[in-house]
């Protein structure tokens, strides 16, 4: 069995605090969107995300335009700050807050509980991961359409390694991968 990794997007500003996360994130398997130090910067990412960890007070920023977005796209999110939560808007009130510091795998042992069990592929069924990688796909592109050209261009470059015996050993995560790397080099190619 492969588990699906998920993508986890942070949003904190203290570099040493994000690169505790990010290797603690890795670990578990999963993928690291960012981190990013401001807002501005997580905004386009989103998409690329399953879940969020999100520090509230930024240089000169709060995050509560990604948590907007992060509840519209239903991916849930945590809060972390070093600051009172009762300057956090209402809207915000029953969400998931951890004081600074914090322990990034009681954080991540959370975000697991609320976004469900990691969906896992049967080894050596690689038609299995294609659903997931549509639903990847789905997430990062507008359309049904450009959804499946992205997946078509990762399976070609798949398919290419192949032919020249250049097959990794975890088949499910680098297929996943190539996804990424579609869409960051070509993605706009694959909207029509």
Wanted: hydrophobic share 50%; net charge negative; with cysteine.
């Amino acid at each position: 069995m492969y588990a699906l990794p998920r993508h986890i997007l942070v949003l904190e500003d203290d570099y040493f605090q994000a690169e505790r996360m990010a290797i603690a994130i890795s670990k578990r398997g999963d993928k690291v969107v960012g981190p990013f130090s401001s807002s501005a910067q997580a905004m386009p990412h989103i998409v690329r995300a399953d879940a969020a960890i999100l520090d509230i007070r930024l240089k000169g920023d709060l995050c509560f335009t990604v948590a907007d977005r992060c509840k519209q796209m239903l991916q849930p999110f945590v809060f972390i700050t070093a600051f009172e939560i009762r300057d956090v808007p209402l809207r915000f009130a029953f969400d998931k807050f951890f004081q600074k510091p914090c322990d990034t795998d009681v954080i991540l042992d959370d975000l697991c509980d609320r976004w469900g069990s990691r969906q896992t592929v049967t080894e050596g069924s690689i038609e299995a991961v294609l659903p997931f990688l549509l639903r990847r796909a789905r997430k990062l592109m507008p359309d049904q359409a450009s959804s499946e050209r992205l997946v078509e261009a990762a399976l070609k470059v798949a398919i290419a390694a192949v032919a020249e015996d250049e097959l990794p050993v975890d088949v499910v995560s680098w297929l996943f991968d190539l996804l990424e790397d579609e869409f960051l080099l070509r993605g706009r190619d694959h909207l029509l």
